[in-house]
């Protein structure tokens, strides 16, 4: 099975801050890697898939980078409505897997 | 739009065995593999398995000697047994439809989720 490491598990932010979250496959997956977004009883939503594209309807200040082993989620300038867990997750292979998520907390 | 609605019981006892339902609306079920993936309270995401319209399946090894999942075409559902079940079990379990392209693969629909409390 693909691990998939994220970092930092949390992190504190003011509103307008850049917030960059890391993530690392136990091996290379291509361009294989998305970023979900799970805010309290609701379901994870897609932000970003295949590395870097951003999923219809999500705001331009989020965005991925990376190739191979690993890869970054990005939040420009962290608005109000960003503050959630984020989660990203291999569909290199079976099974799939994700990251051990990353709260993004109010400072 | 496509909507993916779980159902299914809320409680089962030890050894018993969870039963899911996931009912799509607003789309086909065809041509897409349909994932079951699950969360324990204050915990991350854990893919279960999933299966498409053909009945090709893959099942996390973890969980694979308790997991059966099922479609019916003709419902537009899917759903997912669990045998066997312990408190572990106990989650919010959630459907899910993974998009297919040339270069991607991705849960772009998703259940609300239903918790399921393993208990006697």
């Known amino acids: 099975d693909i691990q998939m490491t994220q970092s930092p598990s949390s992190l504190s932010a003011s509103v307008g801050d850049r917030v960059t979250i890391t993530c690392r496959a136990s091996q290379s997956i291509g361009s294989y890697l998305n970023w979900y977004q799970e805010k309290p009883g609701k379901a994870p939503k897609v932000l970003i898939y295949a590395v870097s594209s951003l999923q219809s309807g999500v705001p331009s200040r989020f965005s991925g980078s990376g190739s191979g082993t690993d890869f970054t989620l990005t939040i420009s300038s962290l608005q109000p409505e960003d503050f959630a867990t984020y989660y990203c997750q291999q569909s290199y292979s079976t099974p799939r897997t994700f990251g051990q998520g990353t709260k993004v907390e109010i400072k | 739009q496509v909507q993916l609605q779980e159902s299914g019981p809320g409680l089962v006892k030890p050894s018993e065995t969870l039963s899911l339902t996931c009912s799509v609306s607003?789309?086909?079920?065809?041509?897409?593999?349909w994932a079951w993936i699950r969360q324990p309270a204050g915990k991350g995401l854990e893919w279960i398995g999933r299966i498409n319209t053909s009945g090709s399946t893959n099942y996390n090894s973890s969980l694979k000697s308790r997991v059966t999942m099922s479609v019916d075409t003709s419902k537009n559902q899917f759903s997912l047994k669990l045998s066997s079940v312990t408190a572990a079990d106990t989650a919010v379990y959630y459907c899910?439809?993974?998009?297919?392209?040339?270069?991607?693969?991705?849960?772009?629909?998703w259940g609300q989720g239903t918790l399921v409390t393993v208990s006697s």
């Open positions: 607003g789309g086909s079920i065809s041509n897409y593999y």
């Open positions: 899910a439809r993974e998009y297919s392209g040339s270069d991607s693969r991705y849960f772009d629909y």
